[in-house]
C-alpha cells in the first residue's frame, strides 16, 4: 500500500482514520500516494489556528512576516527539484509546465516578501487621509485596515497545486491572518509537501499554516464571522460555497475564482502580413499547450476578423502540429497529460458538445502519443475549431459559454471592420479572467482595452514592441489583478498590496486630531 500523507493541523501532523484515497500518475496509471482527513478534529484545528496561530503573527509587524515569507521562499527553492519530481508524477507535466507551477508559486511569494518589507514595523494601515468631520479641523474621520482577527480557509484547483497555494497565502500571512489550505484531492501531494517543507523550517509561528488533504466534508460549518474563505474551482462548487450557511447568515467573506471562457482578440485593422498575427498565433498555441490547456486563465475563444480567418487558422494549426505529446519524462516532449481520467472524460464531451456548432481546424488525435501508452495515460491532443464565419459565430452559443478545461480553443470570426460584433460576440462570454488584444496600432489597442476592461479581471495587450517581453496572456503576475466578473466568479487576488484588503478590515477612527496623529504612521 502506499504512503498516507498526514495533514497539519492544531501544530501536529495527524492521519486521517479512514483507508485514504488515492492518487494517481496520469500517464503511467500508477498509484503514488494517498490522503485523508476523516476524522479530524475540525473544530480544534480551526480554534488553534484562529487564535494561536493569530495572535502570534498579529504581534509581528509586517516587515518581521514578510521576511518570513522571504525565508518560506528560500525554504521552497532549496527543494525545488522534489516539487518538479512530484508534479511530474502527480500532475503529468513537462517541465516548463511545472515551472508556472512551482516556480510561479516561490516567484509570488518572494514578490510578497519584498512588498511587504516596505510597509515596514507597523501593525495596520492607513486607508487614505484624515477628513474633517466639523468646520473644525479638530475632529477628523481616519480609516484603517486591521488585519482581520480570524482564520483564512482556502479551498483551491487541481491544476495549480503549488501556485494556488502560495498565491493565496502570501498576502494572508504578510497580512497576519492564518492560513487553512485544503488543495484539491487529485493533486494534494505537492501542496502538502511544499507546506511540510515549510513547517519543518519552522519559519512561521505555530498555528500560521495548516493543511487538510482529502474530503472537503465540514470544513465550511467551521466557519466563523469574522473568517475568510478563498476559493478556486469550477462554477458548480463556487455555488454550494456561495450558498452555505457560513456565507448567507454569518457574513463570512468569501473570494471565488471560478471558470471562465477567456478570449483573445485580434483588431480588426490589421491586414494579412500584420505581425500581430503571428503573435496572435504564438500565443494562442501557447495557451492551449502550457499544462495541456488545464489553466483557468487559457484562451477559449480567439476572435479575428472573417478575412484573417483562413490564415489564423493555418498559423495556430501550423504552431499546434509542433506539440510533440506523451510522457513528460521524455524531454522531446512538449506537453504531457491531462491530470487524470476523469478530466480525460471531461475533455472529450466538452469537445463532443462544441464540435455540434464548430469545424475542426486542427484535430488533436493528429498527434501520436510518445512513450505512453494510449490506453492508460490521459494525454490529449490540442484541437483547434473554428466557426467559419461571422454568422456561425453569431449561430453557436456553445463556444461562448462552454470551458473546455483542457488543449481546445475555438476560431470565431466576426464581420470585417466591425470591432463592436467582435465586443458582442466575446461578452456572451459573461465576463472572464483575462482577455488579450493584439495589433499594431497603439491608439486602436487602447480603445479596444478599455472597452474590454468592465468585463475583463486584466486586459493582456500584445504589440510589436513588446513581443519579446510581454509576461503572456495566461502568465499571473502578482503585480496584477487575478479575477474577473461575471461567470469568472467576481473574485479579486493579488495584483500588488490590492491583496491584503481581503485579510483586513476597514474602519473609520472619528477623533480628535491629538488621537489621530498617535497613530502608527508608515515608512
Ligand atoms: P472543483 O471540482 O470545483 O474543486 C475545487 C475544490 O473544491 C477542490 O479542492 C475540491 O475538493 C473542493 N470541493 C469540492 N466540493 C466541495 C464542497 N461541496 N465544499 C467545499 N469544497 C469542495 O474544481 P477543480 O476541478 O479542482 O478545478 C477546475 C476548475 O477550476 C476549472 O473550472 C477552472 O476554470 C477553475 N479554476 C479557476 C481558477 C481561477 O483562478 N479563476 C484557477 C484554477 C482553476 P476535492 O478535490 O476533494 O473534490
Redesign the pocket.
Known amino acids: 500500500m502506499t504512503d498516507l500523507l498526514p495533514n497539519f493541523v492544531s501544530g501536529q501532523w495527524q492521519n486521517g482514520k479512514g483507508a485514504g484515497t488515492a492518487l494517481y500518475d496520469p500517464v503511467l496509471g500508477t498509484e503514488l500516494v494517498r490522503v485523508d482527513a476523516h476524522g479530524l478534529d475540525l473544530a480544534a484545528a480551526f480554534a488553534f489556528a484562529r487564535h494561536q496561530g493569530g495572535r502570534a503573527l498579529r504581534s509581528l509587524s509586517y516587515a518581521q512576516r514578510a521576511a518570513m515569507l522571504g525565508a518560506a521562499a528560500k525554504v521552497l527553492q532549496a527543494n525545488r527539484d522534489a516539487y518538479y519530481d512530484i508534479s511530474i508524477a502527480n500532475s503529468g507535466t513537462v517541465k516548463n509546465d511545472t515551472a508556472v507551477d512551482v516556480d510561479g508559486g516561490i516567484y509570488t511569494l518572494g514578490t510578497y516578501a519584498k512588498m511587504g518589507e516596505g510597509l515596514g514595523n507597523v501593525h495596520y494601515m492607513l486607508d487614505g487621509q484624515p477628513a474633517r468631520l466639523a468646520k473644525d479641523p479638530l475632529f477628523q474621520s481616519q480609516h484603517v485596515l486591521t488585519p482581520t482577527r480570524a482564520v483564512a480557509l482556502f479551498?483551491?484547483?487541481?491544476?495549480?497545486p503549488a501556485w494556488?497555494l502560495w498565491e493565496k497565502a502570501a498576502p494572508a500571512l504578510l497580512s497576519g491572518v492564518p492560513v487553512i489550505v485544503?488543495?484539491?484531492?487529485?493533486t494534494a501531494w505537492l501542496t502538502q509537501r511544499m507546506v511540510k517543507d515549510v513547517v519543518d523550517a519552522g519559519i512561521f509561528p505555530a498555528g500560521a499554516i495548516s493543511v487538510i488533504c482529502?474530503?472537503?466534508a465540514g470544513?465550511?460549518d467551521q466557519l466563523q464571522p469574522f473568517d475568510v474563505v478563498s476559493?478556486?474551482?469550477?462554477?458548480?462548487?463556487?455555488a454550494?460555497?456561495r450558498s452555505h450557511r457560513a456565507v448567507t447568515h454569518l457574513s463570512v467573506r468569501v473570494n471565488i475564482?471560478?471558470?471562465?471562457v477567456n478570449c483573445a482578440l485580434l483588431l480588426p485593422s490589421e491586414a494579412a502580413d500584420s505581425q500581430a498575427i503571428d503573435l496572435l498565433a504564438k500565443e494562442v498555441a501557447r495557451e492551449m499547450t502550457v499544462k495541456s490547456g488545464q489553466?483557468?486563465?487559457a484562451i477559449r475563444r480567439v476572435l479575428v476578423p472573417e478575412k484573417l480567418y483562413d490564415t489564423a487558422a493555418q498559423a495556430i494549426s501550423a504552431r499546434l502540429a509542433k506539440t510533440t505529446l506523451g510522457n513528460p519524462r521524455n524531454d522531446t516532449v512538449r506537453m504531457g497529460a491531462v491530470v487524470n481520467r476523469e478530466q480525460f472524460d471531461a475533455v472529450h464531451t466538452g469537445l463532443s458538445h462544441l464540435k455540434a456548432q464548430a469545424a475542426v481546424l486542427h484535430d488533436g488525435r493528429s498527434h501520436a502519443l510518445v512513450d505512453a501508452d494510449a490506453a492508460i495515460a490521459c494525454c490529449v491532443g490540442p484541437t483547434l475549431l473554428g466557426t467559419r464565419d461571422a454568422a456561425g459565430s453569431d449561430a453557436a452559443d456553445r463556444i461562448h459559454d462552454t470551458?473546455v478545461?483542457g488543449p481546445v480553443a475555438t476560431l470565431v470570426p466576426y464581420r470585417n471592420d466591425d470591432l463592436d460584433h467582435a465586443l458582442q460576440l466575446i461578452g456572451r462570454g459573461q465576463g472572464s479572467?483575462v482577455a488579450s488584444v493584439y495589433g499594431t496600432d497603439p491608439a486602436a489597442l487602447a480603445r479596444a482595452s478599455t472597452e474590454l476592461a468592465s468585463c475583463h479581471g486584466r486586459v493582456h495587450v500584445v504589440s510589436p514592441d513588446v513581443a519579446s517581453m510581454h509576461t503572456g496572456h495566461g502568465n499571473v503576475m502578482p503585480q496584477s489583478l487575478?479575477?474577473g466578473p461575471g461567470r469568472?466568479?467576481g473574485?479579486e487576488e493579488l495584483g500588488g498590496l490590492r491583496a491584503l484588503n481581503f485579510y483586513h478590515r476597514r474602519a473609520a477612527l472619528q477623533a480628535s486630531t491629538a488621537v489621530l496623529t498617535q497613530l502608527e504612521q508608515h515608512p
Open positions: 479551498i483551491n484547483a487541481f491544476n495549480f494556488g485544503k488543495p484539491a484531492t487529485t482529502g474530503s472537503s470544513l465550511m476559493f478556486t474551482g469550477s462554477a458548480e462548487t463556487a454550494v460555497i475564482e471560478a471558470d471562465s489553466k483557468c486563465t470551458e478545461f479572467l487575478h479575477g469568472a466568479g473574485g
